[in-house]
């Protein structure tokens, strides 16, 4: 090979990495929506989460920790969907002392002992699946920790509408989650830029045991 030759080759390779290169700096392809309603009127005191399901691909959980909070004897929000391996932070900022645990058989058994109004803990979420949030000092304290293997998930408004922007193209299911009702599962084409409607309705009373992770 002279090197007139190797010169040529080494043109044409410099040349493919800038063009593979320019493909991968490009913008991250566009991504559709994935947008609905469960129809039930349970729905309006206590969200559900819709969550997709068979997302390939590996997510970080978000830099910011997601907060489950605790004021006026209540946990806010109620239903707290977080992607696996999260860190959620609980801090007490009611007036009266709280002690926040979940349930054995849950997706995570933890129990946070008593602490005051201005102190938070933090509790991290490893496992896929529902973790029920009880508090040993108010037995009618009740909230939900939903943990999730991907992050294309979201929790319905009071009127029970839903919407999972930013989900790239491709076929999954869309299932949902709601502490009294049987969840439902249904096949979802997604394409770029376009929205993919679907309405859950006529749905049967729970609950029902549910594989998150599937
Ligand atoms: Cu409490």
């Not at 801090?91 to 009266?96: G, L, Y």
């Not at 002392?97 to 803990?121: D, E, R």
């Not at 439902?184 to 679907?198: M, Q, R």
Request: aromatic share 8%; proline share 10%; hydrophobic share 40%.
């Amino acid at each position: 090979m002279n090197w007139i030759t190797k010169l040529v080759m080494a043109i044409l390779v410099v040349g493919t990495l800038a063009t593979v290169q320019g493909r991968a700096l490009a913008a991250p392809e566009e991504g559709g929506i994935v947008a609905g309603s469960i129809d039930n009127p349970l729905i309006r005191s206590v969200p559900a989460v819709v969550y997709l399901r068979d997302v390939a691909g590996e997510f970080k959980p978000p830099e910011t920790p997601p907060v489950m909070d605790q004021a006026k004897l209540t946990f806010i929000p109620k239903v707290l969907p977080v992607l696996v391996g999260t860190t959620v932070k609980c801090p007490n900022n009611d007036t009266v002392q709280h002690n926040i645990f979940s349930p054995a058989k849950s997706a995570k058994t933890f129990n946070l002992g008593v602490y005051p109004p201005g102190q938070s803990k933090d509790v991290k979420f490893e496992k896929v699946g529902v973790v029920p949030l009880l508090c040993n000092v108010h037995a009618e304290m009740s909230g939900f920790i939903v943990v999730l293997p991907n992050p294309y998930f979201t929790t319905t408004d009071k009127e029970g509408g839903y919407k999972i922007e930013n989900v790239p193209p491709g076929k999954y299911k869309l299932s949902f989650w709601h502490e009294k009702l049987r969840p439902e599962t249904v096949e979802v084409p997604v394409k770029a830029g376009k929205t993919t409607h679907v309405k859950f309705s006529d749905l049967k009373r729970g609950p029902y045991s549910v594989d998150l992770s599937k």
